[in-house]
């Protein structure tokens, strides 16, 4: 297998593609792409290590690309080198890993891709480093016996990052007791399935989960043993005859089933929170764009009310003027179009309070999305 990054380079300049195509080929394990279309479907078969991605895609897509692969979950793992304007780069949901500010010299994109090239290394040194730890510490706790298998996932599985590895861990698992069967996960009307010999699975294995996935926690007939939880099944189709082994092997796999289930929630729970401080972050802009000119506008109504009270008020004297009122009386009725005014004055003349408030909600949503700046 080439030990070379693999990479998407998405654009639809043909002058760029041509200028960088041979040495990309040459340092990379390429795939060019011209359209989100492509991306897409490319993204089906295979998930790249690295995604050079042009923003200037026809119609705006390269920006939703960027997105639609930043929030599937599948995904979102995948490291993006964005070719930008600057008015993209300050959006607020600009996510990217890293970007290039348009134009740019052909120098600085290989400096820069030489820098996340580094990133890759250096992060694979850390996970050889880490995975030779955790073989010299799991090495002795294998000695516990068939526990140990439980236990090296356990520990291994904090280190996952989407289902698809979950469910290798878990599949490695079942090999190292000789099981053959099939995990499935199943999430928010999504599912992924994935079997022990790396084929898909069969019609009557999926017919076999699903006919036993509500009967219960645990489910054993024959040889064949289902272990259910709320977002994963584990099928296994070659249980031992032994029965001691096979109580063993039972429970250690119920053990497993829920250290994988409590896995997936909690990627799921991650997943749900970023979603969440997005949703924050959306709500701060808005309230903030609402309450900014909130003391320009109050004060522009005082300023009316006041100018409608005052027209009301010479009316009234005018009429007064030509009823021919007794001066006392008319004196009287003026005083309480006066004391009017200054009441009607003092109950619009309450900007603050409202505003205060708002204020206050807008620092209450910032301490949990952090701190948002105004948008440009």
């Known amino acids: 297998m080439s030990d070379k990054l693999f990479v998407f380079l998405v654009t639809a300049d043909e002058a ?62 995948v490291y993006q080198i964005l070719l930008c304007s600057e008015t ?112 898909s699975p069969t019609e009557e294995q999926l017919t076999l989960i699903a006919q036993r996935r509500t009967l219960g926690r645990l489910l054993e007939i024959e040889q064949n ?20 082994r096979c109580g063993r092997i039972r429970d250690n796999v119920a053990t497993l089933a829920e250290g994988v289930e409590s896995r997936i929630q909690g990627l799921l729970l991650e997943h749900d929170n970023i979603l969440k401080q997005q949703g924050i972050r959306y709500a701060v802009f808005e309230v903030r764009d609402s309450v900014k000119n909130l003391d320009v506008r109050q004060l522009e109504d005082l300023h009316a009310t006041r100018h409608l009270v005052n027209m009301v008020i010479d009316d009234f004297e005018d009429a007064f003027l030509h009823m021919g009122m007794v001066p006392e009386v008319e004196n009287q009725l003026i005083g309480q179009l006066v004391t009017l005014r200054q009441k009607v004055t003092g109950i619009v003349g309450r900007p603050s309070e409202v505003h205060e408030k708002l204020q206050s909600a807008i620092l209450a949503l910032e301490t949990l999305a952090g701190k948002v700046a105004l948008p440009s």
């Open 88 to 199: 993209q780069v300050a959006r607020d949901d600009f996510v990217a890993n890293d970007f290039l500010l348009k134009p740019f010299g052909e120098e600085t994109f290989w400096r820069k891709l030489a820098l996340v090239q580094k990133v890759f290394e250096d992060n694979a040194r850390v996970r050889e480093q880490t995975s030779y730890a955790q073989g010299v510490a799991l090495t002795a706790m294998s000695a516990m016996g068939e526990l140990g298998v439980v236990m090296q996932f356990l520990s291994k599985s904090f280190a996952c990052e989407n289902i698809p590895s979950v469910a290798d861990l878990a599949l490695d698992a079942l090999r190292q007791y000789e099981l053959q069967g099939v995990v499935q996960f199943l999430w928010e009307g999504d599912s992924y399935t994935a079997t022990t010999d790396g084929n």
């Open 16 to 77: 760029f593609i041509q200028l960088h195509k041979e040495r990309l080929g040459r340092e990379f394990d390429l795939n060019v792409l011209r359209s989100r279309a492509e991306c897409q479907a490319a993204l089906n078969d295979r998930q790249p290590q690295l995604l050079i991605l042009d923003t200037s895609l026809p119609d705006g897509d390269g920006f939703v690309l960027h997105w639609e692969i930043r929030e599937d979950f599948m995904t979102s793992d």
């Open 225 to 244: 043993l289902v272990v259910n939880f709320d977002h994963v099944s584990i099928l296994l189709t070659n249980m031992p005859d032994d029965a001691q």
